[in-house]
């Protein structure tokens, strides 16, 4: 029977970019352990458009491979875009995601698989043990997820990846959910529907490198906390409430100062200093403000959160 008319169980989703070495592996290491399962499934690559080759590594498989549809898009339009990709063209009553550099290992999705359906949950998503970044990525992610999960009001937990099985009405309501935020693990956490956890070590990057510079982090922090929630919107309140407040102690030590005769410093250092700081929170609160309305502007734009240039083994129809 061929692979199009077997009832797809799974759809392993992977979005590729930067690393086209780890592509055959990939194919391998899923291949063997899907087919072990007896089960109907698909492998759906996303290439991400990294201008080094991932593409034609991508096309051999899916050539020789029905189970594998390949999907190239325009532009590179981010992680969380190419997942949304797979997602949009996953036929499978289950979705994993998982990354391209084999970071995740391929041989516990029958773990994932098994423990979903055994305790009825609808979302288990990886705890990566034993990271294999550098020091001072794991304290960043550490100190951005801390920071998240107070502004969204989610809990979200520093060891939480992309590596994870989610039920189809899951993955169903994440397409037609519009907006920016298209982050698949929060979202899901976000949704509140049954979810568990299970811990697998991080492995050994295969090939390539991380594309997520400080910049892109910190410019992909900004977007999560302010699609997520508007809670960020607040801290400009509280800290200005805080400066109000010091404001009026100082006025009051001053003037104990002068009915007591105390000298006081003089010159323009207080009076610079406060210039400086309340400059600095208008400036923020107007960035953040900002940030919102830039996502009402792409919201009301309407465009598409991708353009697909080329597919592989698709159907028409199964990426709307």
């Known amino acids: 029977m061929s692979a199009t008319n077997v009832k797809i169980e799974i759809s392993v989703v992977v979005p590729v970019y930067g690393c086209p070495e780890a592509i055959s592996e990939l194919h391998k ?40 549809k390949a999907i190239s898009l325009t532009r590179n339009c981010g992680q969380d875009k190419a997942i ?61 997820h801390k920071v ?15 590596y994870l099985i989610a039920s189809k009405r899951c993955g169903d309501l994440f397409i037609n959910t519009k907006g920016p935020g298209r982050d698949f693990t929060m979202f899901l ?7 568990g956890f299970i811990e697998f070590e ?14 892109k982090k910190f410019e992909y922090a900004l977007r999560a906390m302010t699609t997520f929630s508007n809670r960020i919107l607040y801290v400009p309140i509280y800290v200005g409430a805080v400066s109000a407040i010091g404001s009026l102690i100082y006025v009051l030590f001053v003037l104990i100062s002068w009915a007591t005769h105390v ?33 009402i502007f792409d919201v009301t734009k309407e465009r598409p959160l991708y353009i697909i240039q080329e597919t592989i083994n698709l159907e028409e129809g199964d990426n709307n």
Not at 126 to 132: P, S
Not at 148 to 162: P, R
Not at 202 to 215: D, K, L, M, Q, W
């Open 202 to 215: 991080h492995e050994t990057r295969f090939a390539g490198v991380s594309s997520y510079t400080f910049a």
């Open 189 to 195: 956490l976000w949704t509140n529907y049954k979810k």
């Open 29 to 68: 290491r899923l291949t063997t352990t899907l087919t072990a399962m007896n089960i109907g499934y698909e492998i759906i690559l996303v290439d991400d458009r990294d201008g080094m080759g991932s593409w034609d590594e991508i096309k051999k498989v899916a050539i020789g491979d029905k189970h594998v």
């Open 148 to 162: 998240f999960s107070y502004l969204s009001e989610l809990t979200f937990d520093y060891e939480l990846g992309t």
């Open 263 to 295: 000298s006081n410093p003089e010159g323009w250092n207080t009076l610079a200093a406060a210039v400086f700081f309340f400059g600095g929170l208008i400036l923020s609160t107007l960035g953040v403000l900002g940030l919102y309305i830039g996502n």
């Open 84 to 144: 949304t990709a797979g997602v949009a063209a996953s036929k499978g009553q289950w979705i994993i995601t998982m990354d391209c550099d084999l970071q995740d290992a391929p041989e516990n999705i029958p773990v994932l698989y098994d423990k979903v359906r055994k305790e009825g949950l609808d979302i288990v998503i990886v705890r990566r043990q034993q990271r294999k970044d550098s020091a001072i990525v794991q304290l960043l992610s550490k100190m951005f």
